[in-house]
């Protein structure tokens, strides 16, 4: 049973520039988070798509934007990105309703230079 | 408001037990939590739900103090393989966002 799938798992990208992460969420789950993880902290919540709609949104400025697919996978689109942007990005996937907690990705490595 | 853990970090020797406090400001409707290991995905260890019973399996239980909107981490004669960031991370009511603490590194030696 494949858990949650990842990519790219490392990106280097240029101050300015746009960058798509992709995650396909555990299969049966329907629901998927994405969070962005600073050295040495806790995972910081981006926002959460359920039925391809956004439910939920942290305290993210309108460069980080998402979509969920038909098939419950997502992206996590960031616009003009800044050096601060650099983090290890996460997506964690659940059924809604069950209470089995969130099963995470490996995540993408971004760096901006 | 992100939970606050304590303690930020300890070293046990392999045997020894642990506790790990989870503490937030607002009521909650459930704590999670989860074990980071260097380079990995954080790793779902269990889930307490506002009215629920402790929980636990193997050597690791917690419990859940809704008064207090606290929770607790009781990690028992620990190994080696315990060894990596504890993050509780917590859902409030009407507001289902997971938010996760300021995390405790844990650390065991043989």
């Known amino acids: 049973d494949a858990g949650v799938t990842q990519s790219p798992t490392h990106l280097i990208k240029t101050r300015g520039q746009q960058v798509t992460l992709r995650c396909s969420p555990k299969?049966?789950?329907?629901?998927v988070s994405w969070y962005q993880q600073a050295l040495g902290q806790g995972p910081q919540f981006i926002f959460q798509?359920?039925?391809?709609?956004?439910?939920q949104r942290g305290n993210f400025p309108d460069r980080f934007s998402g979509h969920q697919f038909p098939n419950y996978s997502s992206e996590l689109n960031v616009n003009a990105l800044l050096l601060g942007d650099s983090a290890l990005y996460l997506c964690a996937s659940l059924a809604l309703g069950q209470y089995y907690g969130y099963t995470f990705g490996s995540g993408t490595r971004l760096t901006v230079v | 408001q992100q939970p606050v853990q304590s303690p930020q970090a300890v070293i046990l020797r392999e045997g020894e037990d642990a506790v790990i406090n989870c503490s937030s400001s607002k009521a909650l409707y459930s704590v999670h939590w989860y074990r980071q290991k260097h380079g990995e995905a954080p790793v779902f260890l269990m889930i307490?739900?506002?009215?629920?019973e402790q929980k636990g399996h193997d050597k690791i239980s917690a419990s859940f103090n809704e008064k207090k909107q606290q929770s607790s981490l009781y990690l028992t004669a620990s190994q080696l393989s315990y060894s990596g960031t504890y993050f509780c991370?917590?859902?409030?009511?009407?507001?289902?966002?997971?938010?996760f603490g300021t995390g405790t590194r844990l650390t065991i030696i043989p």
């Open positions: 991370g917590t859902e409030n009511f009407g507001n289902e966002k997971l938010t």
């Open positions: 307490l739900l506002k009215g629920g």
């Open positions: 299969s049966g789950h329907d629901t």
């Open positions: 798509y359920y039925e391809e709609e956004e439910r």
